[in-house]
């Protein structure tokens, strides 16, 4: 059965830190692109970081320098560091799993960061 569940998403103030974590199962990570995303309301979901079979990554600019997106192949397990946070981080964050061969996407159920003072 595939599974990706988040964790790791929380309150904190401006400037704080965060860190998520996503731990998949059921698929083989060495086929699948895996990536944040994050989804505020009456907008669409967008991309927040992205790391390839071959360990490249990829950030949104909104993010670059703050965030790092990371990932532990033998605990099936992908992180995203959020550093330096500000309120317009505040949102649901999901985690994402896609097969490089279908190009079909695996989606979490998400975990909400709220940055506010």
């Known amino acids: 059965q595939v599974q990706l569940v988040e964790s790791g998403g929380g309150l904190v103030q401006p400037g704080g830190s965060l860190k998520l974590s996503c731990q998949f199962s059921?698929?083989?990570?060495?086929?699948?692109?895996m990536g944040w995303y994050r989804q505020a309301p009456g907008k669409q979901r967008e991309v927040v970081a992205t790391i390839t079979t071959a360990g490249s990554t990829r950030y949104a600019d909104s993010v670059k320098g703050r965030f790092t997106i990371s990932r532990n192949i033998p605990r099936k397990t992908v992180y995203l560091e959020m550093n330096s946070l500000e309120p317009e981080d505040t949102t649901v964050y999901y985690c994402?799993?896609?097969?490089?061969?279908?190009?079909?996407?695996?989606w979490g159920q998400g975990t909400q960061v709220t940055v506010s003072p």
């Open positions: 994402n799993a896609q097969n490089v061969l279908t190009l079909n996407p695996l």
């Open positions: 059921g698929i083989r990570s060495t086929i699948y692109t």
